[in-house]
């Protein structure tokens, strides 16, 4: 199992490079010269010159880009244009808010998306059912940017039951995390009941109640492992997809993190921030996969063999 | 059944067959009320980006501030009321419907015909050149598609065209995977070989015999990424790199909206609504076509 | 039928489907019983209606869209249908317990093989959970397993070893009653040996009453005391198996035997039944066999049969059976 994780992680190496490539060279054929930007029209050739040399613009595509890789070994990723702050400290600062809401919506969406998914599938065409089914059909269509003001409008500004922006106490991550997890939630739910509606009509379930079972034991000890086996992939697949949507949802409610830094930096031709917050969340989606794979294998005691015997055959 | 008795020739038959198959689809998609509901508003959105211009007698982009803020349903004028600079919403709303639709049939078929050129290239020929596509679409992947999107419109620069390329970009590795699946489960079976045997190109057979087979997942992935795509477009135009003010992109009303929150929640209240019905008909209609197309695959 | 040692008694049972495409008539006015220590032989074709009978003595039908429309499954004298779930929960597994068709799919993937069996032990017996495994892994070298092996998980063994297990998880409460629906059908023909031999010793050593599902005469001959036959959701036959092999009076049970090669016979073509089992959500009016009948009459399109015992414990439901001058007055089971 160390083994494979081992593996997984020298996997990564290239796509991690491949994304850092894909990234940069997206950034480099931006149009317009940031020097120009930042200096305006009124300075010299020399002090363009310097300032190219500082932010390190100068070179062709190649020289840069392996620079720029190199730098990233350092933990490097450049100097903000806006703030002359360096990247990497901006990504330290803004990163730990959209991992926390992140990690707050994954657990919202999981915890919701399973205990959903499995009622509804076990008390198939009930009205908990068709209930429960409605409101994931919304979920699935709803933009999470819609969704982000409406709560803020009903529960900030009508109701006033959380305050509308600031991030000292928990309550202020409450509806963040519920925006960024709706989405998710009600796919996995969706995914959920499908794939419990399978498990409960196996023979195996029929062979727990023969033994004289109790209906929940069968539910929980029988039935989930097996119906979790493909929502575990639907949970990585919708990680990034909520990641992806934290940068919409912490525009909203003014959450530091990188999806705002990031979208703030469009705004402002930031390029170096934009970048560095791209490759920030795409490492860590890469990460989560790769902790779901591992998660597959310990749900699923075929694959876990597959491992030990010398890697997964595609 | 009447017609062609003299000429009842190979192709004759065959287009015979087609029809009885697409009816027997269409006899299947009916029965699912969801499907019926999803196409209702699917047309109702089509008539109202066709007709956007005659619908109403106004301009979508000319401001009109003497009015602005109108509540909805109290001027029959103005049904949904008007926005900040005193322009109808409705108005607004048909003619995003174009842009949204636009955008969801454009960025769908990019991705469509990518994804099935990278897909069926790497199934059919594996080796170097899969190892090659797969690893990039490994890549594409690791990037989530909002992220992607906007980097490529960072690059590329706003406005609708780049919008719906980034779109297309994005969403392309789902088609390459299952185009790739597909190519692989088919391409040992006895029809490919015989179809080989017979002397037809790798083309020809990539197109008259794998591609066919594989349509059902194909259509149904596309139709549910419409939805994917009319929802991205909106999420870019929503934090600003996407279409421009003024032009009427359902989620760029809902951005300028934002700023009237408290006041006159209907100028993100009536878009939202519209992008959910939008994405919704299209997840209704994907759907019932999975259904549709494949009766085993029905709970 | 004869009753006082009774185990099991079903009496006119019916079971349907209700399906959208339907009604479906799985099991219609049924009745057999079984006594202590016997073993009786279900036979018939696929669809017939052996599964659903009983999967209905175990209630373990799935509802819906399956109904038990009316009938009494009496099982020690008390109807199992009036039973609240909880005590059908503690019968299932204890007393009554099942061998199922396909062990590639009765076994749970994600559960090591010998929690699975311990699971029953655990439910039906007030012991710690070492004691049950303890007994598990006895059961699991009763049916010829190493002991060690019960840390696997079922993909790790071939089909004959599930079997093997899916019948230790049966016994392992020791039931009273054992039902195995077709324990050799999805199996290897050489396995399949194997597991009817171990099934043949667990019936000569243990005075468990077995019910056994099967569409194969030979295995009915080798195992079987009673040997009901099912066609289209009823028993057209029934009787001790020396009444039923020797003196098979149902045209439906003379077609069974005549579709089966006998080595020794000079013509050896097979006679098959014509025709295939009706649609069981339009079945024929009058007697269910009667199109495939090779002695159908005018009366068999228009009525029902009923069952007559043509000698002391040997039931036909066919028409032939009545003379005609007792018409009207056929002996109800």
């Keep these: 199992m160390l083994k494979y994780i081992g593996k997984r992680l020298l996997m990564l190496i290239p796509v991690l490079l491949g994304v850092t490539v894909i990234v940069f060279t997206l950034m480099y054929i931006t149009p317009g010269d940031p020097v120009d930007a930042l200096l305006g029209d009124a300075a010299t050739v020399e002090a363009r010159e310097m300032l190219r040399e500082q932010l390190g613009l100068n070179g062709g595509y190649f020289e840069r880009l392996f620079r720029y890789i190199g730098n990233l070994l350092h933990g490097d990723m450049g100097i903000s244009y806006a703030t002359k702050q360096p990247v990497f400290t901006?990504?330290?600062?803004?990163f730990p808010n959209t991992f926390k809401l992140a990690l707050l919506g994954v657990t919202f969406s999981v915890v919701f998306g399973l205990i959903v998914g499995t009622i509804s599938a076990v008390k198939q065409y009930s009205i908990f059912d068709y209930v429960f089914t409605f409101i994931c059909m919304i979920g699935n269509a709803m933009s999470s940017f819609w969704l982000g003001l409406l709560l803020l409008l009903t529960f900030c500004l009508k109701l006033k039951w959380f305050p509308a922006s600031g991030f000292s106490s928990p309550r202020h991550w409450v509806l963040p995390a519920f925006t960024v997890g709706f989405h998710s939630a009600a796919n996995i739910a969706r995914m959920t009941r499908s794939s419990m509606l399978e498990v409960i009509r196996a023979d195996y379930i029929t062979t727990a109640r023969a033994k004289g079972q109790k209906e929940l034991a069968i539910v929980i000890r029988h039935a989930l492992k097996n119906a979790l086996i493909p929502v575990v992939t639907t949970i990585g697949m919708q990680f990034g997809a909520l990641i992806g949507g934290s940068v919409l949802v912490e525009s909203i409610f003014v959450v530091p993190g990188v999806g705002k830094m990031m979208v703030d930096s469009?705004?402002?031709?930031?390029?170096?921030?934009?970048?560095?917050?791209?490759?920030?969340?795409?490492?860590?989606?890469?990460?989560?996969?790769?902790?779901?794979?591992?998660?597959?294998?310990?749900?699923?005691?075929?694959?876990?063999?597959?491992?030990?015997?010398?890697?997964?055959?595609? | 059944m009447t017609q062609n008795n003299a000429a009842a020739s190979a192709p004759v038959q065959e287009t015979y067959k087609k029809r009885g198959q697409g009816k027997e689809i269409w006899r299947r998609f009916r029965r699912s009320k969801s499907a019926m509901l999803g196409l209702f508003i699917l047309l109702t959105l089509i008539f109202m980006a066709v007709f956007a211009g005659v619908l109403t007698p106004y301009d979508p982009t000319e401001p009109d501030v003497p009015i602005r803020l109108m509540k909805p349903f109290v001027d029959s004028a103005h049904i949904l009321g008007t926005d900040e600079l005193g322009r109808d919403i409705f108005t607004r709303l048909c003619f995003g419907a174009r842009i949204s639709l636009a955008v969801g049939l454009i960025a769908v078929s990019i991705s469509l015909i990518g994804g099935i050129t990278l897909g069926s290239l790497a199934g059919y020929y594996?080796?170097?050149?899969?190892?090659?596509?797969?690893?990039?679409?490994?890549i594409l992947m690791a990037i989530p598609s909002i992220l992607l999107n906007i980097s490529i419109v960072a690059a590329m620069g706003q406005g609708l065209q780049n919008v719906m390329i980034a779109i297309g970009i994005s969403s392309m590795p789902g088609y390459c995977r299952i185009m790739r699946a597909s190519i692989l489960s088919l391409k040992d079976q006895e029809f490919i070989e015989a179809s080989r045997a017979a002397g037809a190109s790798d083309f020809h057979i990539i197109v008259h015999h794998i591609i066919p087979n594989c349509l059902a997942p194909l259509i149904v992935q596309a139709t549910l990424r419409v939805g994917g795509s009319i929802l991205a477009c909106a999420s870019l135009s929503f934090i600003g790199v996407g279409i421009v003010p003024p032009t009427p992109e359902w989620g760029a009303m809902l951005s300028t909206g934002r700023d009237f929150l408290r006041d006159a929640p209907h100028l993100t209240t009536i878009p939202g609504i519209t992008i959910m019905l939008a994405v919704l008909c299209m997840n209704f209609i994907g759907d019932g076509l999975r259904d549709a197309l494949d009766p085993k695959l029905k709970n | 039928m004869m009753s006082e040692d009774k185990l099991l008694e079903i009496k006119d049972l019916t079971v349907e489907y209700r399906t959208v495409d339907g009604v479906v008539h799985a099991v219609t006015d049924l009745n057999i019983s079984i006594g202590k220590g016997q073993t009786l032989g279900l036979v018939g074709e696929t669809g017939a209606g052996k599964t659903t009978t009983v999967k209905s003595i175990m209630r373990i039908l799935p509802d819906p869209p399956a109904k038990i429309v009316s009938g009494e499954i009496l099982f020690e004298g008390e109807d199992l249908l009036k039973k609240p779930e909880s005590h059908m929960r503690e019968i299932r597994g204890e007393k009554i317990s099942m061998i199922f068709q396909d062990p590639m799919?009765?076994?749970?993937?994600?559960?090591?093989?010998?929690?699975?069996?311990?699971?029953?032990?655990?439910?039906?017996?007030?012991?710690?959970?070492?004691?049950?495994?303890?007994?598990?892994?006895?059961?699991?070298?009763?049916?010829g397993i190493r002991r060690e092996r019960g840390s696997d998980y079922p993909h790790q063994f071939s089909g004959g070893m599930k079997q093997r297990v899916v019948i230790?998880?049966?016994?392992?409460?020791?039931?009273?009653?054992l039902i195995a629906d077709e324990p050799t059908t999805a199996l290897d023909v050489t396995i399949q040996a194997q597991v009817l031999e171990l099934m043949k010793e667990i019936i000569r050593t243990r005075d468990t009453s077995v019910i056994m599902i099967t569409h194969d005469l030979g295995i009915v001959a080798e195992i079987c005391d009673y040997v009901a036959i099912m066609y289209a959701g009823e028993v057209v036959e029934y009787g001790t198996l020396r009444q039923v092999f020797e003196n098979p009076k149902h045209p439906y049970t003379v077609g069974l035997f005549g579709c089966i090669p006998d080595l020794y016979a000079e013509d050896d073509a097979l006679i098959p039944i014509k025709g295939l089992m009706p649609d069981p959500v339009n079945l024929p009016e009058g007697c269910r066999f009667h199109p495939r009948c090779n002695q159908v009459c005018e009366k068999c399109s228009r009525e029902r049969p009923h069952m007559v015992e043509i000698e002391p414990g040997h039931f036909v439901n066919c028409h032939l059976m009545v003379p005609e001058t007792e018409q009207g007055g056929e002996q109800d089971v």
Excluded at chain 1, 90 to 94: A, G, I, N, S, V
Excluded at chain 1, 289 to 313: E, M, T
């Design chain 1, 90 to 94: 901006r990504l330290l600062e803004t």
């Design chain 2, 126 to 138: 594996g080796g170097t050149l899969d190892n090659v596509i797969m690893r990039f679409i490994d």
């Design chain 3, 168 to 177: 230790a998880m049966a016994l392992a409460c020791n039931p009273q009653l």
């Design chain 3, 105 to 143: 799919t009765s076994l749970n993937p994600t559960i090591p093989v010998l929690d699975q069996i311990s699971e029953a032990i655990v439910l039906h017996n007030k012991i710690t959970k070492q004691e049950a495994e303890q007994r598990a892994g006895d059961m699991l070298e009763l049916v």
């Design chain 1, 266 to 314: 469009i705004k402002s031709r930031d390029y170096p921030v934009v970048q560095g917050g791209v490759l920030a969340i795409a490492f860590f989606f890469c990460i989560v996969n790769l902790i779901v794979d591992v998660l597959y294998a310990y749900i699923d005691p075929r694959i876990k063999a597959q491992y030990k015997s010398g890697g997964r055959q595609q």
